[in-house]
């Protein structure tokens, strides 16, 4: 008897065994790429680092359409200072700008080349990986900026001395300091503020901020 219960007990075990080795690897790979991408990605978002370069949130659906809606009419050579994903510039390069990316994340970078090829738009849309704070704005018509708030003053200041006078700097989530937009589009978190300088000289800065205490 004890035999034949023996013989004809349930085999579950030893069939949970090998399910078992598959999820224990699964969950290993996970956690390891996991970790991988944290590292990785650990610069780019860092607080201590967003001085230095733009921690990465893609641009949502409203503030590209934005974003277009401020080229509306414009043309010449656009450069998108943070461009992340590249979403921006091969929107921009869809609609006719020649136009360049600038990121310092590597794979951001890699990846932002592979969708313009995809998309048959290399021609017209290009990626560098740069700081952007080194990048000459001279020849650039339309400056698109997704920074963050511990960056538009210094970028403000390369802007007094580096746009065209012609040109157009179209700031995404944050304005300038103490530029002021012609126009802004959109609300909130999808704002775009249109800023230009027609007349500007090149050489004059944007007006200071008043003294604490006064109003402008």
């Known amino acids: 008897m004890d035999e034949l219960q023996a013989a004809t007990a349930p085999s579950a075990p030893t069939e949970e065994r090998p399910r078992s080795r598959v999820a224990l690897v699964l969950a290993s790979v996970t956690g390891v790429a996991a970790v991988g991408l944290t590292a990785v990605s650990w610069p780019f978002v860092a607080p201590a680092f967003r001085k230095v370069c733009l921690p990465y949130v893609p641009a949502t659906t409203e503030q590209v359409t934005n974003?277009?809606?401020?080229?509306?009419?414009?043309?010449?050579?656009?450069?998108?200072?943070?461009?992340?994903?590249?979403?921006?510039?091969?929107a921009a390069a869809a609609v006719g700008f020649r136009s360049v990316g600038v990121e310092l994340n590597p794979w951001l970078v890699l990846f932002s080349r592979l969708w313009a090829r995809r998309e048959g738009l290399s021609p017209m849309a290009s990626f560098r990986r740069a700081d952007l704070?080194?990048?000459?704005?001279?020849?650039?018509?339309?400056?698109?900026?997704?920074?963050?708030?511990?960056?538009?003053?210094?970028?403000?200041?390369?802007?007094?001395?580096?746009?065209?006078?012609?040109?157009?700097?179209?700031?995404?989530?944050?304005?300038?300091?103490?530029?002021?937009?012609?126009?802004?589009?959109?609300?909130?978190?999808?704002?775009?503020?249109?800023?230009?300088?027609?007349?500007?000289?090149?050489?004059?800065?944007p007006p200071s901020p008043p003294p604490p205490g006064r109003e402008r």
Do not use: H
């Open 67 to 90: 974003v277009l809606r401020a080229l509306k009419g414009r043309s010449g050579p656009l450069v998108d200072l943070g461009s992340g994903d590249g979403r921006i510039v091969i």
């Open 133 to 205: 704070f080194s990048q000459d704005l001279t020849q650039y018509q339309n400056v698109v900026i997704f920074g963050v708030k511990q960056m538009m003053p210094r970028l403000e200041i390369k802007l007094a001395q580096q746009l065209p006078v012609t040109g157009c700097v179209i700031a995404c989530r944050f304005p300038l300091p103490t530029w002021r937009p012609s126009y802004v589009i959109g609300e909130g978190a999808d704002a775009v503020w249109v800023y230009f300088r027609p007349g500007m000289e090149d050489e004059e800065l």
